[in-house]
């Protein structure tokens, strides 16, 4: 029973172990220095606000991808070489394309990307809107004839009986 028990906790140890070994692997931590607080403070932003062109839907800043690594590093330079913000969005996004920019830029080809949800929310509103006017229209309007006689006919039946 004992030669169980302390199989069982190095079974665990090790499961632990190497768990935190996947941990602190998983989790690359860059030390960038920065003089000026402004400057790391744009950094983060940027990195923030870049996505990676290899990961879903992650920021750069997030991502342990090469390429995140790759363009957290040209960020950094770009930073202390007195580029706007700007002009490093700019740089991405020649380099890797509009994907790495969260918020897309209002252009001709990304107008419709901007556009079509204000126009949806339009639609259905005047949709809505018809749908209203159209079902208070029917029910106010009044019998026809023949439907009044029928239900003239059917109240005198039920009042009969």
């Known amino acids: ?90 740089h991405m996004v020649q380099r890797f394309g509009d994907y790495v920019l969260y918020n897309p830029r209002l252009e001709g080809r990304t107008f419709l990307l901007w556009g079509l949800p204000a126009a949806l929310v339009l639609l259905g509103g005047v949709l809505v809107i018809l749908v209203v006017r159209a079902r208070r ?3 106010a309007s009044a019998l026809t004839p023949e439907e009044r006689a029928r239900l003239d006919a059917l109240i005198n039946r039920e009042r009969t009986e």
């Open 137 to 139: 229209n029917a029910s």
């Open 1 to 90: 029973m004992a030669l169980i028990r302390s199989c069982l906790a190095a079974l665990c140890l090790g499961v632990l172990g190497l768990l935190a070994a996947g941990l602190v692997q998983g989790a690359a931590i860059e030390l960038r220095e920065f003089d000026d607080p402004v400057l790391e403070q744009r950094y983060r932003s940027l990195t923030a606000s870049l996505r990676c062109p290899t990961c879903e839907n992650q920021a750069i800043n997030d991502s342990d991808a090469p390429v995140s690594g790759d363009m957290r590093e040209r960020v950094y330079l770009l930073l202390h070489e007195g580029v706007s913000d700007m002009e490093i969005r700019d």
